[in-house]
């Protein structure tokens, strides 16, 4: 049984930091793609960024710079370190795991808002 929980949203003005955090139970998570997907009212589900299990990472275009997907196989544990947050980062982050047969797992979200 895989249980993916969010933490670490929050209201930010523009310019500061958050840092994401997803824990994971179970015991495929080190052999997992680790992803972050993120929905803003009235628009689509996006991937923000990813992380194998190798550690190779992708990052959507408006992201790149800021923030930082990174995986901590011991703790379970996949974060999200946001910097220079902007309003358009406004959004539900998601976090998600896709195991090696494929199978695709989603946690309950975490709401991030920047605004002054």
């Known amino acids: 049984q895989v249980q993916l929980v969010e933490s670490g949203g929050g209201l930010v003005q523009p310019g500061e930091s958050l840092r994401l955090s997803c824990a994971a139970s179970?015991?495929?998570?080190?052999?997992?793609?680790m992803g972050w997907h993120r929905q803003a009212p009235g628009n689509q589900r996006e991937l923000v960024a990813s992380i194998t299990s190798g550690g190779n990472t992708n990052y959507l275009d408006s992201v790149k710079g800021r923030f930082t997907i990174s995986r901590d196989n011991f703790k379970n544990t996949l974060y999200l370190q946001m910097n220079s947050l902007k309003p358009e980062d406004t959004a539900v982050y998601y976090c998600?795991?896709?195991?090696?047969?494929?199978?695709?797992?989603w946690g309950q979200g975490t709401q991030v808002t920047v605004s002054s």
């Open positions: 179970g015991s495929i998570f080190s052999s997992s793609i």
């Open positions: 998600r795991m896709t195991s090696s047969w494929g199978k695709a797992y």
